[in-house]
């Protein structure tokens, strides 16, 4: 009864990376070398979310804690908690040259990004974004040069989910492949 919205959804979730792989791969690949740098360089990475997307950075830095297709050693990653407010955590854990990884995948936008993107900023550190959703114009307004936006153009919350969790396991692989060559 309900397998045509089933196969609906898989088939939504598809189009959709087929129609984002183009316009990110760039990106990525910015967002991989700095990932690659700040780790090569002796800092850290800060990862955390709005909403439930919090979730996604603590499932980002748990593969860089512990691995992700490939054994080696464990990446200076922490997962900001929600309390206190992740703000001052980055104000207090963060350095200059360390990277915050922001995940936002229910629309929080500028306004529930600032705090962060400020904090972060205000540290020297660069800001990895991942959003979704609709007008982002406030929120890229906030970007530095120095940042990299990773969006997912689409308006169902579940579609900017999966392609954030698809945008990690692509990051996650690209470090393991500059860190310790092809596992093929």
């Known amino acids: 009864m309900q397998e045509p919205r089933i ?44 909403g439930l997307s919090r979730l996604d950075a603590s499932y980002m830095a748990a ?16 997962a900001l908690a929600q309390t206190p407010e992740p703000a001052r955590q980055i104000q207090a854990l963060g350095h ?19 705090p962060m993107l400020e904090a972060a900023h205000a540290q020297d550190m660069s800001a990895i974004v991942f959003s979704g959703g609709g007008n982002d114009e406030d929120l890229r307004s906030m970007l530095l040069d120095t940042d990299v936006h990773l ?25 393991d492949h500059a860190l310790l060559g092809s596992d093929e």
Do not use: K, W
Request: hydrophobic share 50%; net charge negative.
């Open 7 to 50: 196969q609906q959804q898989f088939f939504e979730s598809a189009d959709l990376f087929y129609q984002v792989a183009e316009a990110l791969s760039r990106p990525l690949n910015d967002a991989a070398q700095m990932l690659v740098d700040a780790i090569t360089g002796g800092n850290r990475l800060l990862c955390c979310g709005t």
């Open 151 to 175: 969006r997912v153009s689409a308006t169902r919350a579940a579609r900017v989910a999966e392609g954030q969790r698809l945008m990690i396991h692509c990051l996650c692989d690209a470090v």
């Open 96 to 114: 200059p040259g360390d990277l915050l990884l922001l995940f936002d995948a229910h629309g929080a936008g500028a306004a529930g990004l600032a």
């Open 63 to 78: 593969l860089m804690l512990g691995r992700f297709e490939q054994d080696r050693p464990g990446l200076a990653a922490i």
